[in-house]
T-cell receptor, first 108, second 115 residues
């Protein structure tokens, strides 16, 4: 069975500092990895997915199959990045399982 | 499309009462998911459907929980009898397997408080 692990429940950085939200996964097949974000009082929404290899709002994430990781990074955090971030894995069965989430706080 | 629609948005009920949460997925989507969000456990997958058929309900906590999808545009999650530990935000989400990357779209959630 697939599993997604986000080791940090809370992460706090200062504005302008780099930020990295960690995500590790376990899955025997070929996974599809995603990052979802939940801003205060809003619904969860897709931030980015590994197959697109895109940068959204300055965030990037690279799938490292050797380390089974999909860490989310941003070189210069902004206060509006404060939110709950969830790493997710979709298996060959098209399900979607999430990690426990990391609450990011960007301080001024 | 208005997106995934959930009701009620908020519910406060007494322990032992039956709770029914409702979801209308995005039109044309063939997958529907029910999640529970808590501070302790994050976002847990309870059950998901494909073409109205339950595929995996291993995340349903116990027999007090049940979910149905009678047609492509409606699903319910029922808790009977409810307990205080069921207090959480319940999210419904839907997706279309034909899209690249299988992005799922969430509703705004149903905030359940059992007292």
């Amino acid at each position: 069975a697939q599993r997604v692990t986000q080791p940090e429940k809370l992460l706090s950085v200062f504005k302008g500092a780099p930020v990295e939200l960690k995500c590790n996964y376990s899955y025997s097949g070929s996974p599809e990895l995603f990052w979802y974000v939940q801003y205060s009082r809003q619904r969860l929404q897709l931030l980015l997915r590994h197959i697109s290899r895109e940068s959204i709002k300055g965030f990037t994430a690279d799938l490292n199959k050797g380390e089974t990781s999909f860490h989310l990074k941003k070189p210069f955090a902004q206060e509006e990045d404060s939110a709950m971030y969830y790493c997710a894995l979709s298996s060959n069965n098209n399900d979607m399982r999430f990690g426990a989430g990391t609450r990011l706080t960007v301080k001024p | 499309d208005a997106g995934v629609i959930q009701s009620p948005r908020h519910e406060v009920t007494e322990m032992g009462q039956e709770v029914t949460l409702r979801c209308k997925p995005i039109s044309g989507h063939d997958y529907l998911f029910w999640y529970r969000q808590t501070m302790m456990r994050g976002l847990e997958l309870l059950i998901y459907f494909n073409n109205n058929v339950p595929i995996d309900d291993s995340g349903m906590p116990e027999d007090r929980f049940s979910a149905k999808m009678p047609n492509a545009s409606f699903s319910t999650l029922k808790i009977q009898p409810s307990e205080p530990r069921d207090s959480a935000v319940y999210f419904c989400a839907s997706s279309f397997a034909g899209t690249t990357g299988n992005t799922i779209y969430f509703g705004e959630g149903s905030w359940l408080t059992v007292v």
